[in-house]
């Protein structure tokens, strides 16, 4: 999604807790100066630190006394049944879900209304917010981005008539390395989900370059309180 938002010209900033961006990110900025008219920069963050968050995008709106986008995709999953599950592990999986999105999304929003302009917040939900996963113990890491589908609708609510827009997107499921640790615990969930999809497939992360365009962009200019299902059907049966 980072990519795509570069491709399009945006200047793009993205945030991790890793000290050190990953080998993804460092191929991609190779390309952004010859190929595009965008860039691409990195900053470390940990989206449970409310006063971190405040800080980074601050600084990063002040650059360019603007801040036009934001999209919250951080996000951890934790296997275990409701009765078994930690608090520890809960307490770990809400702080990064839902708090850690509350804090990038307000952050981003108070720029917004510094800096007197508007903007547009994509907050990276889950079809797991609709629906009960089969092939995946999960209450947890489900509820959480339910939270997340209902957070979008109230900061729609909140920011609308200030000219911010607040969308969520719910993907289906996607091979990244989170799914394959599903995988690695469940191996008959891939083809469970592979068998309930309309398109009997699981998707790609490059597949979701066109819905970030679509809402960070003009394109959705009157979409603001929606969650934007691209499950491959997974949902609609």
């Not at 200030?162 to 008959?188: D, W, Y």
Request: charged letters at 15%; one cysteine or more; hydrophobic letters at 40%.
């Amino acid at each position: 999604m980072a990519e795509a938002l570069m491709e399009a010209g945006a200047k793009v900033y993205c945030l991790d807790r890793l000290e050190t961006p990953h080998q993804d990110f460092l191929n991609a900025k190779q390309n952004t100066a010859s190929e595009f008219g965008g860039s691409l920069e990195y900053a470390r963050l940990d989206v449970r630190n409310k006063t971190e968050v405040e800080n980074t995008f601050s600084a990063i709106a002040s650059q360019n006394k603007r801040l036009d986008g934001m999209v919250a995709a951080a996000g951890i999953n934790h296997l275990q049944s409701a009765l078994d599950h930690s608090q520890c592990a809960l307490n770990d999986v809400m702080q990064i879900n839902y708090n850690g999105v509350f804090n990038a999304a307000t952050a981003a929003a108070r720029q917004m209304f510094q800096h007197r302009q508007k903007g547009s917040i994509l907050l990276i939900a889950s079809m797991s917010g609709l629906i009960a996963n089969k092939g995946m113990t999960s209450p947890v890491y489900n509820s959480s981005k339910a939270a997340v589908i209902q957070l979008s609708r109230c900061l729609a609510m909140e920011w609308g008539r200030h000219g911010i827009r607040v969308n969520s997107l719910c993907p289906g499921h996607i091979i990244t390395p989170m799914v394959e640790q599903v995988f690695q615990k469940n191996p008959a969930a891939k083809a469970t989900w592979e068998s309930e999809n309309m398109l009997g497939r699981l998707a790609i992360p490059e597949e979701f370059r066109g819905p970030v365009l679509f809402a960070l962009s003009d394109a959705s200019s009157f979409m603001t309180g929606s969650t934007l299902i691209v499950d491959g059907g997974h949902t609609a049966w």
